[in-house]
């Protein structure tokens, strides 16, 4: 049972515009929602998280939103550059349930072409 | 380079042989994960130490895998008998738990072992 879901696999834009990359989760006791990129052979990088108390945070060229009565949430990247093209993974976690761990969508690939 | 650092990056070994890896951690941070990846798929949760102690393994984690976490450093995930299925890129991955100055479990990766049965 996939509790985080990234319906699109892949997504194109071009340079400059925005990219705005969805997640879909479907267990209420997720609390802290983060999003990773990650490039071939390398490890999953860190680029922006979220609680659950808010439902915006910023930080720079990226934005996440969180609508938990819909369990969605998106990272909004504007404007995209081609720098930007790698595979973006959602991931939850529900810390007040003691859990550490990070349950990971399938990931949606980005192509900013130039 | 002061992030999570893993080795091998690859290792190709034989169906039935016993495979070690090791992660180190970022030097600060008292939480270590262990997931692992397979094509198509986001990492998938496998276990976690809180200093030296295993506080969290899941189903995935068979009687053939046991991680440990020495001192509360470095870590070693070991699989034994190894299998076709257990192909895939092993990740590890470190926290600062509450109190530090890093939010709350944002977990940083490293580079990960991929690992091939043949």
């Known amino acids: 049972d996939q509790q985080v879901k990234q319906n699109s696999p892949s997504l194109s834009v071009q340079e400059g515009r925005i990219s705005i990359l969805n997640c879909d989760y479907t267990?209420?006791?997720?609390?802290?929602f983060l999003w990773y990129k990650k490039y071939p052979a390398e490890g999953p990088t860190f680029l922006i998280s979220?609680?659950?108390?808010?439902d915006k945070n910023e930080d720079g060229r990226f934005t996440v939103f969180l609508n938990k009565s819909a369990k969605h949430l998106s990272l909004h990247i504007v404007p995209s550059q081609p720098g930007d093209s790698a595979v973006y993974f959602c991931?939850?976690?529900?810390?007040?349930?003691?859990?550490?761990?990070?349950?990971f969508g399938k990931g949606t690939k980005l192509t900013v072409n130039p | 380079d002061t992030g999570v650092s893993q080795n091998p990056r690859h290792k190709i070994t034989k169906r039935g042989q016993n495979v070690t890896f090791r992660c180190d951690p970022i030097?600060?941070?008292?939480?270590l994960y262990w997931y692992r990846q397979t094509l198509g798929q986001g990492p998938e949760f496998l276990t976690y130490?809180?200093?030296?102690?295993?506080?969290?393994k899941s189903r995935l984690l068979s009687d053939r895998f046991s991680a440990e976490r020495p001192k509360g450093s470095f870590s070693t995930l070991e699989i034994q008998r190894t299998e076709q299925g257990d192909s895939a890129m092993y990740l590890c991955?470190?926290?600062?738990?509450?109190?530090?100055?890093?939010?709350?479990?944002?977990?940083?990766f490293g580079a990960g072992t991929r690992l091939s049965v043949l």
């Open positions: 991931a939850a976690s529900a810390t007040q349930g003691g859990s550490e761990k990070l349950v």
């Open positions: 030097s600060e941070h008292n939480r």
């Open positions: 130490f809180q200093n030296e102690a295993q506080l969290e």
């Open positions: 267990n209420s006791m997720f609390d802290y």
């Open positions: 991955a470190s926290s600062l738990g509450e109190g530090g100055r890093l939010a709350k479990n944002i977990q940083y």
């Open positions: 979220i609680s659950s108390i808010k």
